[in-house]
């Protein structure tokens, strides 16, 4: 089975860049890096009936996390502020497709032995503090005590789940996969 | 969010005394008034004699919303419409929507506004219009005041917005709305009313310039008052921010889609 991670999902988005801008981009939409690759595997997954999931309730820091990123050495000159927040109000109104789209798996807030695990086995991370956040352990959590069959993929770009993936594998059985790597499971 | 045609006529509709409105020219009156609740709509009003007036409301015929039916007073034919079960649901709908930007309380004073405008004549809704707006040459100076003291006051709120931290969707408007509205006030005073003084009664004027200064008078306590606020009014901002920008969008000069947009703001 394939869960995502919101920000993984949010970068499935496609920005349509307001009229008034476009004189200051080439393109007429604004995508994340890994966009192509996300969506290939959202093709492929469809294409098979096989059915994606997320966790909720969806955390609206997500939204300015991957809105931040986009925008991020963009050069926009003019009502920069509006800029950001038509983009912003596109990555939320993408939330009504992903209301539709995912079979939904529901936080579980009991990870106090998760947090000791993380705790004990603390690494040193390059771009995120080393203990996974309270809302990843929710995920981690609810994901181990999904009851499935099948290879559990959890896809995400979130240093807090690749830097400690040989150790969620193992103690979850939860298969993360790098979001950069996603068309390639 | 935007209201559709069809769904403000039908929000208008069931909000009128018996559900139903005595005549087209009433009718345009009672849409425009949405404007003076921040409430984005898809109808365009230019400016005549009586105030807000889009001439292809008064050929609108009978839909599934709605009925139009004609009848006699003081011997000339009129029409008048009437809700219809497929409209109320519509109205549901559209309440729905505006819920995102009015709160209960607003809803029900729109509601109430609406149902005793209804009972009044079309003349006396523009009339009431007229005052609010500046429409007419006597108030000219008053209009004049109004685009130079909100660019001013815009202005003074525009150069606090740097203060404000923009991690939050709410913090992110908030600076949104302060720079549109900056901009805006400064289209409305340096390109379109800077002749104004010696102009005569703006037939066919675009009436979303007299609504967006209105608008932009009353958004500045508001927007004062959120500077000072730690935690920012989420749905309050939003209401602003999307009359401001969905009103605009696709049928004004200063909107985000107009791709030519630098040259007014420059």
């Given at each position: 089975?394939?869960?995502?991670?919101?920000?993984?999902?949010?970068?499935?988005?496609?920005?349509?860049?307001?009229?008034?801008?476009?004189?200051?981009?080439?393109?007429?939409?604004?995508?994340?890096?890994?966009?192509?690759?996300?969506?290939?595997?959202?093709?492929?997954?469809?294409?098979?009936?096989?059915?994606?999931?997320?966790?909720?309730?969806?955390?609206?820091?997500?939204?300015?996390?991957?809105?931040?990123?986009?925008?991020?050495?963009?050069?926009?000159?003019?009502?920069?502020?509006?800029?950001?927040?038509?983009?912003?109000?596109?990555?939320?109104?993408?939330?009504?497709?992903?209301?539709?789209?995912?079979?939904?798996?529901?936080?579980?807030?009991?990870?106090?032995?998760?947090?000791?695990?993380?705790?004990?086995?603390?690494?040193?991370?390059?771009?995120?503090?080393?203990?996974?956040?309270?809302?990843?352990?929710?995920?981690?959590?609810?994901?181990?005590?999904?009851?499935?069959?099948?290879?559990?993929?959890?896809?995400?770009?979130?240093?807090?789940?690749?830097?400690?993936?040989?150790?969620?594998?193992?103690?979850?059985?939860?298969?993360?996969?790098?979001?950069?790597?996603?068309?390639?499971? | 969010?935007?209201?559709?045609?069809?769904?403000?006529?039908?929000?208008?509709?069931?909000?009128?005394?018996?559900?139903?409105?005595?005549?087209?020219?009433?009718?345009?009156?009672?849409?425009?008034?949405?404007?003076?609740?921040?409430?984005?709509?898809?109808?365009?009003?230019?400016?005549?004699?009586?105030?807000?007036?889009?001439?292809?409301?008064?050929?609108?015929?009978?839909?599934?919303?709605?009925?139009?039916?004609?009848?006699?007073?003081?011997?000339?034919?009129?029409?008048?419409?009437?809700?219809?079960?497929?409209?109320?649901?519509?109205?549901?709908?559209?309440?729905?929507?505006?819920?995102?930007?009015?709160?209960?309380?607003?809803?029900?004073?729109?509601?109430?506004?609406?149902?005793?405008?209804?009972?009044?004549?079309?003349?006396?809704?523009?009339?009431?219009?007229?005052?609010?707006?500046?429409?007419?040459?006597?108030?000219?100076?008053?209009?004049?005041?109004?685009?130079?003291?909100?660019?001013?006051?815009?202005?003074?709120?525009?150069?606090?917005?740097?203060?404000?931290?923009?991690?939050?969707?709410?913090?992110?408007?908030?600076?949104?709305?302060?720079?549109?509205?900056?901009?805006?006030?400064?289209?409305?005073?340096?390109?379109?009313?800077?002749?104004?003084?010696?102009?005569?009664?703006?037939?066919?004027?675009?009436?979303?310039?007299?609504?967006?200064?209105?608008?932009?008078?009353?958004?500045?306590?508001?927007?004062?008052?959120?500077?000072?606020?730690?935690?920012?009014?989420?749905?309050?901002?939003?209401?602003?921010?999307q009359y401001f920008i969905n009103s605009a969008w696709g049928k004004y000069p200063f909107s985000l889609d107009n791709n030519n947009l630098n040259r007014l703001t420059a």
């Amino acid at each position: 089975m394939y869960a995502f991670d919101d920000c993984t999902i949010l970068n499935s988005c496609e920005l349509k860049i307001p009229g008034a801008y476009k004189i200051f981009f080439k393109n007429d939409t604004i995508t994340s890096k890994n966009f192509t690759k996300i969506i290939a595997l959202f093709q492929r997954l469809n294409n098979s009936n096989v059915p994606r999931y997320r966790f909720v309730p969806f955390n609206e820091e997500n939204i300015v996390t991957v809105g931040n990123q986009l925008l991020q050495g963009l050069n926009v000159q003019m009502l920069k502020a509006n800029f950001r927040a038509q983009m912003m109000s596109q990555l939320q109104e993408f939330g009504d497709w992903i209301e539709n789209s995912f079979i939904k798996i529901e936080k579980n807030k009991n990870i106090d032995d998760i947090k000791r695990f993380f705790v004990d086995n603390e690494r040193n991370l390059i771009k995120e503090r080393n203990i996974p956040e309270d809302d990843d352990l929710t995920i981690i959590k609810a994901y181990t005590e999904y009851e499935s069959s099948e290879t559990k993929y959890f896809i995400s770009h979130d240093e807090h789940f690749w830097g400690y993936k040989d150790l969620i594998l193992s103690e979850f059985g939860i298969k993360v996969v790098e979001e950069w790597k996603c068309d390639l499971t | 969010m935007r209201l559709t045609k069809d769904e403000a006529i039908a929000l208008v509709l069931s909000f009128s005394k018996k559900q139903e409105i005595s005549s087209p020219t009433k009718l345009n009156k009672l849409l425009a008034r949405l404007n003076l609740h921040f409430i984005p709509i898809d109808i365009d009003f230019s400016l005549n004699k009586y105030g807000s007036f889009n001439a292809n409301l008064g050929a609108l015929e009978t839909t599934p919303f709605y009925q139009r039916e004609t009848y006699e007073y003081k011997g000339r034919e009129v029409s008048k419409f009437i809700l219809k079960e497929e409209g109320r649901k519509l109205a549901e709908n559209a309440t729905h929507k505006i819920k995102r930007i009015l709160k209960s309380i607003e809803i029900e004073e729109l509601q109430e506004e609406i149902n005793s405008l209804s009972e009044l004549q079309a003349s006396q809704i523009s009339d009431e219009e007229h005052k609010k707006l500046f429409v007419d040459v006597d108030d000219r100076y008053k209009l004049i005041e109004r685009i130079n003291t909100v660019h001013v006051n815009l202005y003074d709120l525009y150069r606090e917005m740097d203060k404000i931290d923009q991690n939050k969707l709410e913090e992110i408007n908030l600076a949104a709305l302060i720079e549109y509205c900056f901009y805006l006030s400064k289209y409305l005073k340096e390109k379109r009313f800077k002749d104004i003084e010696n102009a005569g009664y703006e037939f066919d004027a675009y009436m979303l310039d007299y609504y967006f200064l209105y608008g932009l008078e009353i958004v500045i306590p508001v927007l004062r008052g959120q500077l000072k606020e730690e935690k920012k009014d989420q749905i309050l901002i939003n209401k602003y921010y999307q009359y401001f920008i969905n009103s605009a969008w696709g049928k004004y000069p200063f909107s985000l889609d107009n791709n030519n947009l630098n040259r007014l703001t420059a």
